[in-house]
């Protein structure tokens, strides 16, 4: 099962700063926090991922709180083409195997 | 760049037939993914494998098989197509640590 919540939908003004949550309550101490977004008819791809410090990229940010039970990825002006479908994963360790349980999502929709 | 190459972007398979999807990556990753991806259901793993000859079941492992008899390549075998495994099915590699990547996808459709 995810390890993560996420809410079903938003809705962002073209321009404005997309902000995604996600729930993470049980991650454990050596887990990081990937997001990854799919566009329609596309396979996922990766945008961020990080331990506990806030990390950022040309991509986007990534805010996690101290305590690691929730996270927020930012696209700091969205444009109409980061209408997607947005995961945030916590990667779980099995016997050295890095196993990768995507969630829901959330659908993301960017409007002009 | 790294590269996930699925065999087929398309594929229309009958009831009954045995069906090969096939996952090439050419970045040395130990880790590789076969998830389906059904309209509401998001992402679902089948099987994953850490290493060659190595496999572990997913969360919908049921009418699935897979086979990594090299390190690059990593294939989903349907023993039995049926109706119900139409849907999109993406392969996945990456390292032991760090991101995965996916490829393009596959459509499968079983008449």
């Known amino acids: 099962d995810a390890k993560t919540t996420q809410p079903t939908s938003m809705d962002c003004a073209e321009g404005r700063a997309a902000n995604l949550p996600c729930n993470h309550s049980?991650?454990?101490?050596?887990?990081?926090v990937y997001w990854y977004r799919q566009i329609h008819s596309q396979g996922p791809q990766y945008i961020i991922h990080?331990?506990?410090n806030n990390e950022t990229n040309e991509m986007a940010s990534l805010i996690i709180t101290e305590d690691r039970k929730s996270s927020t990825l930012i696209l700091p002006h969205a444009t109409l083409r980061d209408t997607a479908v947005y995961y945030c994963?916590?990667?779980?360790?099995?016997?050295?195997?890095?196993?990768?349980?995507f969630g829901q999502g959330t659908r993301l929709t960017i409007n002009p | 760049d790294v590269k996930v190459t699925q065999s087929s972007r398309y594929l229309v398979k009958r009831t009954g037939e045995k069906v090969f999807l096939e996952c090439v990556q050419d970045?040395?990753?130990?880790?590789m993914f076969w998830y389906r991806q059904d309209p509401g259901l998001g992402l679902r793993l089948i099987y994953f494998?850490?290493?060659?000859?190595?496999?572990e079941k997913g969360d919908i492992p049921e009418g699935y098989s897979v086979s990594r008899e090299k390190k690059e390549r990593f294939s989903l075998i349907l023993e039995s197509a049926s109706t119900n495994q139409t849907s999109m099915y993406l392969c996945?590699?990456?390292?032991?640590?760090?991101?995965?990547?996916f490829g393009q996808g596959t459509r499968l459709t079983v008449v």
């Open positions: 049980t991650i454990s101490g050596n887990e990081y």
């Open positions: 494998s850490y290493d060659v000859k190595m496999k």
């Open positions: 996945a590699s990456s390292l032991w640590t760090g991101s995965a990547f």
């Open positions: 994963i916590v990667r779980d360790n099995y016997q050295g195997a890095q196993k990768l349980v």
């Open positions: 970045m040395d990753h130990e880790n």
């Open positions: 990080g331990l506990k």
